[in-house]
């Protein structure tokens, strides 16, 4: 995230237009807003659900 913090960075402007495009709003973002546990608690939750999921297309064996 330290790409969002430094203009400099090489990535930052391009990841800069994306968190406008995603939060709809030009306002810089605050690393202080986002809840780290949170988002890697949540993203561990949907990675195991994804994990148990069928592939698009694929049938489910009937039990």
Do not use: N
Not at 45 to 57: D, K, N, Y
Request: hydrophobic share 45%; proline share 6%.
């Amino acid at each position: 995230m330290d790409f969002l913090a430094d203009p400099k960075h090489p990535d930052h402007a391009e990841c800069a237009a994306w968190v406008a495009e995603v939060t709809g709003s030009g306002d810089p973002f605050d690393l202080g807003f986002l809840d780290f546990a949170a988002v890697t608690l949540s993203s561990q939750t949907c990675l195991r659900i994804a994990r148990h999921r069928p592939a698009r297309g694929a049938r489910r064996l009937a039990a």
